[in-house]
C-alpha cells in the first residue's frame, strides 16, 4: 500500500469512528453496515508499505500556555512550532552535506530533508514527525533530529557545553535554535524532543535559560592556512591532530566529506592545511576555538 492510500484510509477510519459514535445503542443494519466497513479499513491499513519505511521518527509535546489539556494547541503556535523544528533539522543537514553555510539565503539541499507529520501526541499535546524511504539507514532527517537533541542538551546544561557543541556546527544552526527557543519562550510553552533512543525536556525556566544563553553566545568564523605536522587520525571520533610550526599539539574535527582511512597516510608528514575555525565568546567574555579540516592536507616537500 502507498503512503497516499493509507493516508485516505486513516481518514475513512476516523469518519466511521465517529459514524458509529452517532449511532444509538442497539443492532441495527445501519451499524452492522459501518463496523463491516470498519473492519475491512483496519486490515487494510495493517498491510505493509510497499517500498517505504519509516526511517526516521521524532516526537516534539507541549505543555504551558498554548496548550489546551489534551484536547488542543494553539494554532499560530503549532504552526510555527513545526516550521522551527523542520528549519533546524534542514539546516543541519545543509551544515552536513555542504558545509559552512553562507551568512543569508535559502539552505541547500533542502529538499533531501522530508518531514512529515503523521499525527498528535497524547499527554500534552504535541506533533509526531516520520520520514519515509525506500529502505532503513542513517537517514539526512534521522542524523540532524539527532543532533539537534545534543544541541538542545548542550544549551540546557551551560555555556561551556553549548560553546563545545556549537563549535562543531555553523552559525546558521545556532540561529535556527535561537528562534526554536524564543517563539517556546515567547509562548510560555514546556517542551519535550523525544527520539527512540534520546530525549530533552525543558520547563519554563529552563526555556528561558536556553534562549538566553544561544542568544548572548557569540560566533565568529574564520578560514586560515597554516603549515605543520601533521601527527594523527582518528576514525571513530572524526578528529585529527597536528602541530603547526612553532606552535603546540591541537586537534580538530574533519568536515563531512573527508575519509579518515585516506588521512592516514600523512601521518607524520608536515603538510599545508586548510582550517575553519570557530570562536566562541559567553557573557563573561570566556573564548574558546576549535578548528575543523576543511581538506586533504598537502605535502610539503
Not at 83 to 108: E, H, M, S
Not at 180 to 189: E, L, P, W, Y
Request: net charge positive.
Amino acid at each position: 500500500m502507498k503512503w497516499k492510500q493509507r493516508e485516505f484510509l486513516g481518514t475513512d477510519l476516523a469518519d466511521l469512528e465517529q459514524a458509529l459514535q452517532r449511532l444509538p445503542p442497539g443492532v441495527s443494519m445501519a451499524r452492522l453496515g459501518l463496523e463491516h466497513r470498519r473492519n475491512q479499513v483496519k486490515e487494510a491499513l495493517q498491510e505493509p508499505e510497499q517500498g517505504f519505511v519509516v526511517a526516521a521518527e521524532a516526537s516534539v509535546v507541549f505543555g504551558g500556555d498554548p496548550v489546551h489539556g489534551q484536547a488542543a494547541i494553539d494554532a499560530e503556535f503549532g504552526g510555527d512550532m513545526i516550521r522551527r523544528t523542520q528549519k533546524l533539522v534542514q539546516a543541519f543537514n545543509a551544515f552536513d552535506t555542504t558545509g559552512p553555510l553562507k551568512a543569508r539565503g535559502a539552505l541547500p539541499n533542502k529538499r533531501a530533508v522530508k518531514l512529515l507529520v503523521s499525527g498528535t501526541v497524547q499527554g500534552s499535546f504535541g506533533f509526531n514527525f516520520i520520514e519515509l524511504q525506500q529502505q532503513f539507514f542513517d537517514t539526512p532527517a534521522s542524523s540532524a533530529l539527532r543532533k539537534a537533541t545534543w544541541l538542545m542538551a548542550a544549551a540546557k546544561h551551560s555555556d561551556e557545553a553549548f560553546a563545545r557543541v556549537i563549535q562543531r556546527t555553523d552559525k546558521r544552526i545556532g540561529g535556527a535554535l535561537k528562534e526554536f527557543f524564543a517563539r517556546v519562550s515567547k509562548g510560555k510553552a514546556v517542551f519535550r524532543l523525544q527520539l527512540k533512543d534520546s530525549f530533552v525536556a525543558f520547563n519554563v525556566q529552563e526555556v528561558q535559560a536556553a534562549h538566553d544563553r544561544v542568544s548572548r553566545l557569540k560566533i565568529r568564523e574564520e578560514y586560515v592556512e597554516s603549515d605543520g605536522l601533521f601527527t594523527g587520525v582518528y576514525k571513530e571520533a572524526r578528529t585529527f591532530e597536528y602541530t603547526p610550526d612553532g606552535g603546540a599539539t591541537m586537534e580538530g574535527d574533519l568536515s563531512e566529506s573527508l575519509d579518515p582511512v585516506a588521512l592516514r597516510r600523512l601521518i607524520g608528514e608536515r603538510c599545508h592545511l586548510h582550517l575553519r575555525r570557530v570562536e566562541t565568546e559567553d557573557a563573561m567574555r570566556n573564548l574558546s576555538s576549535r578548528f575543523t579540516l576543511l581538506a586533504i592536507p598537502t605535502r610539503i616537500r
